[in-house]
């Protein structure tokens, strides 16, 4: 057995670069609610055509800010689809709402707009659809459905910071957006979270929100006199991201272009190399779709968990770290009770594995993955 994988599943890009911010944040003592935090908040707006990125410290506790600070809970229902972390999952239920489980497109893995409209009841409020894998979902579907039934649209966008929809950035489309910044993401500052929106209202809320309700940031109390008090006209908590991760987004995203070329390179290679593949299908990207390659899921062809087992044994004996597809939430023990029947999550999740992707990984390693595969005798 291999003790470390020859071909790593990812890894996060740093360099000197994230070192060298980290290190000004420190030596500035501006170590959190500082100047490091407002430019990385602007620049990642920026990167989504969107007006207001606001910062937090996972993409977890920002769905969770934005689910309370819209006033969704109890009574409520919200449809998620289950294939995804179940994080998209648990945070309805934090906020005191009921998740109900939309079907997948098994090409694409994501969401199906067809399974969410019957999945409406009189106490749907919102719709929670997940950019999986970093593909966009069909979002302009969901804008249409939202506007039509007056419920409140959330992208799950936690994988997707990059990816384009018609051209256009995640992050532009639905009213709010959750992007995560976690160790696994496109860019990372290790955990993290930015939920971007054009209302500049609510972002005010939400910036008061993650720091106790209070109503003026630590940077604007530094820069006003000492007598002008800040208050706590709401209960809020502690979400806030710090300046040394936001110092290190900001070096992330300067590389944001040279990282998606990276890994559109590596993600052709497999798409080149599975075209017409016997054990395992690619995922089908859609013409209007740009996605930013965060992870490369394939599913095996008979659809069998047995077949996709033994094909993750085969990669990890000959030194080729893979994981599972993602998982299917409503199967997990808190959401079994609610017995959803849902076919196609079902399937995917049990037959699918993920490859490995990231900037770092060679032509080589990409052709050695292609090559084990083509070793499996199933
Ligand atoms: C689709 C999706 N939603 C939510 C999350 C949770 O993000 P975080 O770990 O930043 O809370 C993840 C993390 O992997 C994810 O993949």
């Known amino acids: 057995m291999p003790s470390a994988p ?37 620049r990642f707006a920026e990167v989504c055509g969107a007006e207001n990125a606001v910062g937090v410290s ?17 009574g409520d229902e919200v449809i998620v689809p289950s294939l995804t972390f179940i994080a998209s999952v648990n945070v309805i239920v934090h906020a005191g709402a009921t998740p109900v489980f939309a079907d997948i497109d098994p090409g694409t893995f994501n969401i199906d707009p067809d399974d969410t409209e019957r999945k409406i009841t009189p106490r749907t409020r919102a719709i929670l659809p997940v950019d999986q894998i970093g593909l966009p979902c069909e979002i302009d579907r969901f804008q249409v459905l ?7 649209l959330i992208q799950d966008a936690a994988c997707s910071f990059g990816s384009k929809f018609r051209g256009a950035p995640a992050g532009s489309h639905a009213p709010y957006s959750v992007f995560s910044l976690h160790a696994r993401k496109v860019i990372t500052t290790g955990e993290g979270g930015m939920i971007v929106t054009n209302d500049g209202e609510l972002s005010a809320k939400l910036r008061r929100l993650r720091h106790q309700g209070m109503s003026l940031s630590d940077y604007q109390r530094h820069k006003s006199s000492p007598t002008m008090f800040e208050s706590y006209p709401e209960i ?9 991760q936001a110092a ?37 990207v859609p013409q209007h779709v740009t996605p930013n390659w965060q992870s490369f899921q394939v599913r095996v ?8 087992n033994a094909l993750m044994e085969h990669f ?23 017995g959803a029947r849902l076919p196609h999550t079902e399937a995917v999740a049990a037959s699918s ?6 900037p770092e990984m060679t032509h080589s390693d990409a052709e050695r993955v292609l090559e084990v595969l083509s070793n499996f005798k199933s």
């Open 6 to 42: 020859e071909v790593a599943f990812s890894r996060p890009c740093f360099g000197i670069e994230e070192e060298e911010a980290a290190a000004r944040a420190i030596r500035s003592r501006w170590v959190v609610g500082g100047p490091s935090l407002a430019e990385f908040e602007k």
């Open 301 to 308: 062809r008979d659809g069998q968990p047995s077949t996709r």
């Open 248 to 284: 290190i987004g900001v070096a992330q995203i300067q590389k944001l272009d040279a990282f998606l070329a990276r890994r559109r390179v590596i993600a052709q290679i497999y798409l080149d190399g599975l075209k017409n593949h016997t054990t395992v299908v690619a995922p089908s």
């Open 353 to 358: 594995l993920q490859l490995p992707i990231f």
């Open 236 to 244: 809020g908590y502690n979400f806030r991201i710090t300046d040394i």
């Open 316 to 338: 990890y004996r000959y030194g080729v770290a893979t994981r599972r597809g993602v998982m299917a939430s409503h199967l997990e023990e808190p959401y079994r009770h609610m």
């Open 58 to 74: 996972s993409w977890t506790t920002g769905a969770f800010l934005l689910l309370k600070a819209l006033g969704i809970g109890p």
């Open 146 to 152: 939202a506007a039509a039934k007056n419920l409140i």
